[in-house]
């Protein structure tokens, strides 16, 4: 694979980004993310973590998106990506390193759990593109953090640093050494009960499809809309998008 790094010790797959400088999110990074999840649907396998250095995924490709006008961009591969990491019968844990934005917080949400650095920062900030998110960004945070939070998240497109993060239930641990931490819990559950562990997941899941299926709809809407064309192309000139609302 090109972008994505697969390996596996012992029983835990690790799962590496590698697209320099800052693993942008394209459609080709989220195939390649699709077969190593499949890869690692391997019953030899007890669980995974997925990473990404210096930044675990700084959001999207936004050339590609301007690219990917009148199609629905990358957001169908990457959430076929995620819901691929979010289905896997085992634990997963996301070991994140400096900026999960848009795509990238998509995809470490679709992971059990959200290891953070201390210098980490996370956020979802479609809205500053005219567009919002399509990976299941939208489902899966209100899920975490509540609906309050969640809707100031995605309104304000806001960066959330790793303590924040934290408080508000994004994270399960900030810690130095995210890597080693993740690799070492990978481990300790990885000799748990992984037949146990795909059903709790199974039922903690359940009711998520009917969300997911609204969000890629309106995803498709905003995508096609004048905003996200004047939002994306502000971004790629880094200046001040100018909204008409259409």
Known sequence: MQFVEYSVDDSVAVVRLDRPP??????GLASELLEAFSRAADPS???????????????????EFQAAFGTTGIASELADAVLALEELAKPTIAAIRGFALGGGLELAMGADFRYLATDAKVGQPEILLGIIPGAGGTQR??????YRAARDLILTGRH??????????IADKVVDDVLDAAMEDA????????????????????????????????????????????GVQAFIEKRQAIFRGR
């Open 187 to 230: 481990h300790r559950l990885a000799s748990g009960p992984t037949v146990a562990y795909g059903a709790a997941k199974a039922a903690l899941r359940a009711g998520l499809a009917e969300g997911l299926r609204v969000e890629r709809e309106e995803f498709t809407r905003t995508f096609h809309s004048e905003d996200a064309h004047e």
């Open 141 to 146: 945070l209100t899920r975490l953090v509540g």
């Open 22 to 27: 800052v693993n942008a999110l394209s459609a």
């Open 45 to 63: 396998i007890r669980a995974l973590v997925v990473t990404g250095a210096p930044h675990f995924a700084a959001g999207a490709d936004i050339k």
């Open 160 to 169: 959330v640093p790793a303590q924040e993060a934290l408080e508000l239930g």
